[in-house]
């Protein structure tokens, strides 16, 4: 099985951009940052439980992995980044921190959480996400993301861009929304910190200047790390300019 993908094809010559969406997006989410670099080939995923991929499961995070390294060797992507938002991100760094992994060149990550570290807080997480998982299951979708976009990470939001947000995020399947929640909750994603160190491939952190919770982990992660101006936690939805600029700059590196 394999995860739906929409590609364009760029310098053959060059690595693949491969983007990764966050929670609820899809593969769109990321096409017109994606379109400005038309010399790379892009390829944008939907994950499991999103966009066309709706009807994919995944059980866990090495069930993602395998759909992500089947999806990849089924468009002969053999050298490539990976360029990931929030879930993306983190579903990027775990990936790239397997043992094994071939061709990749170098990951990109805006706003992505390498894991958490204390049991308290896990134990936190896991009743928070099981809780939003059981509402996803039931509630209506317009209803519900309302409420979702009220979270702290949110609150740079304006009352437009959450109106936006939420018209756009109402029009997925709330099931399968609440199993990759479950299957991908930072409450069962490991710590990546020490694989992060020892990596041996170009680790790139993007962040919104009003994104405060990101700012703090990329600083602590102590990675090359590009403020995107006038943003939050969305950073490329916010400033598709900005995050362009910045990832042609990583990729002339």
């Not at 950073?235 to 362009?244: K, L, Y």
Request: aromatic share 10%; with cysteine; net charge negative.
């Amino acid at each position: 099985m394999i995860l739906h993908a929409v590609a364009r094809r760029g310098d053959p010559a060059r690595p693949w951009l491969v983007f990764l969406h966050g929670f609820s997006g899809d593969g769109r989410e990321w096409q017109e940052v994606g379109e400005r670099l038309s010399d790379y080939s892009r390829l944008y995923v939907d994950l499991p439980g999103h966009g066309e991929s709706a009807a994919v499961t995944a059980r866990d995070f090495a069930e993602v992995r395998e759909l992500l390294r089947a999806t990849l060797l089924s468009y002969n992507i053999l050298n490539y980044w990976l360029v990931g938002y929030s879930l993306g991100g983190r579903i990027a760094m775990d990936f790239a921190s397997q043992p094994g992994v071939a061709g990749l060149a170098g990951i990109v990550v805006e706003g992505g959480h390498p894991g958490l570290q204390q049991p308290g807080a896990r134990a936190d997480r896991l009743r928070s996400d099981n809780a939003w998982a059981a509402r996803f299951r039931t509630e209506p979708l317009h209803l519900l993301f309302h409420d979702w976009y009220l979270q702290p990470v949110f609150a740079t939001l304006t009352v437009e861009q959450r109106e936006a947000l939420v018209a756009l995020r109402a029009q997925n399947n709330g099931v399968a929304l609440a199993a990759m929640l479950q299957a991908t909750s930072l409450a069962v994603q490991d710590d990546l910190r020490p694989a992060l160190r020892q990596r041996d491939y170009p680790f790139w952190y993007l962040c919104g200047e009003r994104d405060s919770k990101f700012r703090t982990i990329a600083e602590e992660l102590a990675v090359p790390c590009f403020l995107i101006h006038n943003a939050g936690h969305n950073a490329h939805r916010e400033n598709p300019d900005d995050v362009t600029e910045r990832l042609a700059q990583i990729l002339r590196l």
